[in-house]
């Protein structure tokens, strides 16, 4: 079983920042792709960006130039550094990670979820 944890949410002016963190722990042999979602109030859950293990990242549109995803293998961890918060920001976070547990089999989990609210 792998367990993700979610940490670094919270309420921000507009324009201010903040960083993302997610760790996952247990029985993993290797972490492939990692990724943050947000869902908003009312609305579907949308990828915001993800990272591979060779570190090519991919953001959605309304991100580009103001969120840097990045990870940590030694740690098994994800970030997602956001600047320049824009109320439209709001939304629940929630990190995905596809981690391989053998030889030929990969599992998908996601992160509890962690609140981020931008004040305008």
């Known amino acids: 079983q792998v367990q993700l944890v979610e940490s670094g949410g919270g309420l921000v002016q507009a324009g201010g920042s903040l960083r993302l963190s997610c760790a996952a722990s247990?029985?993993?042999?290797?972490?492939?792709?990692m990724a943050w979602y947000r869902q908003a109030p009312g609305k579907q859950r949308e990828l915001v960006a993800d990272i591979t293990r060779g570190g090519t990242t991919d953001y959605t549109d309304s991100v580009k130039g103001r969120f840097t995803i990045s990870r940590d293998d030694a740690k098994n961890t994800v970030y997602l550094q956001m600047s320049s918060l824009k109320p439209e920001d709001t939304a629940v976070y929630y990190c995905h990670v596809t981690i391989r547990v053998g030889p030929l089999s990969s599992e998908n989990y996601w992160g509890q979820g962690t609140q981020v609210t931008v004040s305008s």
């Open positions: 247990g029985r993993i042999i290797s972490i492939r792709t």
